[in-house]
């Protein structure tokens, strides 16, 4: 019996209470299974709406993470501790540890916990460190114990207006000395505003197109924005 195969209580709970879906997708000639919800919009709840604007982005495949989780395949993870943010279904953080590379999966939403532990057993990999990533939230003391990281990366992160100057100081306070940050942005206009909240912070930016299609030949319109200090 393989990963796929076995049906945990939790697997059996989650689909108790959402419609789920099983998605295999094609990176770089492997194959990642993706247990995850049928809809996003089935899951949006008003109260947790009402009480801090909270929305299901997590439970989308966005084409930014397929864009991420590709670039992942063979970029240089050897001896780097890896921090996601914002991972959603985490698919960077599948592709780095089938890498055996060290990563961290970080999302503010409560669901993503359960959903990365049944994706790791779905294709096969062992479990994976995982703390909630509340930007809003300052850890400069380090209160939160997620430590600092030799390179950060995130998807389709800048979608509210509050998010670029949060999102900055959580890097800040979770990058190691010569940190790298690469975050992958589908022209979001909210970038601007986290380009110069970085560059505040003493930042560099190189700013690079995405390719215009994904691996399944959809178009795809974004950037590649590497920060380093």
Known sequence: ???????????EELERRFRTVTRELELAGRTIRLF???????LIDEADFDRDERLPYWA???????????????????????????????LASLVIHRRAGDVTVT????????FLHENLLANGLG????????WALDDASGASGLGRFDLI???DVLYERQQPAQLARFIDQHASAGAEI???????GNRSAFCQAMAT?????????????????EAYKGRFLTFTR
Do not use: F
């Open 1 to 11: 019996m393989t990963g796929a195969d076995v049906v945990t209580p939790l697997r």
């Open 36 to 42: 995850m919800p049928a809809s996003a919009e089935e």
């Open 60 to 90: 989308d495949l966005w084409p930014s993470a397929r864009v991420l989780a590709l670039a992942m395949h063979s970029h240089a993870i050897e001896g780097k501790r890896i921090l996601e943010i914002g991972a959603g279904l985490a």
């Open 107 to 114: 999302d503010w939403h409560p669901l993503t916990e359960a």
């Open 127 to 134: 479990p994976l460190p995982y703390q909630p990533g509340n």
């Open 153 to 155: 990366i995130g998807s």
């Open 182 to 188: 690469i975050i992958v942005d589908p022209d979001r």
């Open 201 to 217: 912070l003493g930042y560099g930016l190189h700013m690079q197109a995405a390719s215009r299609t994904l691996e399944s030949g």
